[in-house]
């Protein structure tokens, strides 16, 4: 989202200022209509998908759970493809908010529905950020480590007047010609899995657009001997570290 200048000064400033409003006013229209045909496709999806699942009831106990499995994940994906567009026009939050606790509550949750989820320390920070939008990130990389790396083990350290979570699990990790491939929509590293892991292959990428959107960074890289690390760093709020640390 580009902020509105003000058209002032000599014919060429303000020519100029008159073209950024243009393609700022441009912008804004094509997003908010790609959010409108996607919300409309996951919404018009819904009548042909009940109809189906309404079908599924008369077919075998086989054939219908191979139905009612697929349209879950046909259900999942048309969730989690509105949920992008939607993060891509979210801005930056401006919350006070311990990160420490946030990553805790996150974990928690996890573990509650039964996800191997270990916590291998949280150091005290305060962020400046959006809490819901950032609980979202964290959940789905955290699930992610879960569910294809057989376990996520959860740490937060304060280093540069950064917080930087890490995420690491014991899995397979990702081949390294797709790394630079993993934030895509519905990458998945191998397709072959697609059917005994459940997921759009949407994770990482609202993750990602979440984390920048927020202003930090997200990156993933490859453990020795074996296992992925995603890593997230967020710029503490230095305003209220003497309150953290009391």
Do not use: Y
Not at 228 to 238: A, H, K, P, V
Request: negative net charge; aromatic residues 2%; hydrophobic residues 45%.
């Amino acid at each position: 989202m580009l902020p509105v200048l003000k058209e002032e000064g000599s014919i060429e400033i303000k020519a100029t200022a008159q073209a950024l409003n243009m393609m700022g006013a441009s912008l804004k229209k094509a997003m908010d209509s790609k959010i409108r045909l996607v919300a409309a496709a996951g919404h018009d999806l819904r009548t042909p998908m009940t109809r189906m699942r309404l079908r599924a009831e008369f077919l075998n106990e086989r054939e219908r759970e191979e139905w009612l499995h697929d349209l879950d994940e046909m259900d999942h994906i048309a969730d989690s493809a509105i949920q992008l567009v939607r993060e891509e026009t979210v801005g930056k939050g401006t919350e006070h908010v311990r990160l420490d606790e946030l990553v805790g509550d996150v974990c928690a949750e996890l573990t509650l529905i039964k996800m191997p989820v270990t916590i291998a320390g949280l150091d005290h920070s305060s962020v400046k950020i959006s809490p819901l939008a950032l609980k979202r990130a964290l959940r789905n990389l955290i699930i992610n480590a879960a569910t294809h790396g057989g376990g996520a083990i959860v740490s937060l350290s304060v280093h540069d007047r950064r917080a930087v979570v890490l995420i690491d699990d014991n899995g397979p990790g990702i081949p390294e010609q797709f790394l630079a491939s993993a934030f895509e929509p519905f990458f998945r590293a191998d397709p072959a899995r697609r059917q005994s892991i459940p997921g759009a292959g949407l994770g990482l990428a609202i993750a990602k657009e979440i984390v920048e959107r927020q202003g930090g960074t997200l990156e993933i890289e490859n453990r020795q001997p074996h296992g992925l690390r995603q890593t997230l760093s967020i710029e503490i709020d230095i305003a209220n570290v003497s309150s953290v640390a009391a």
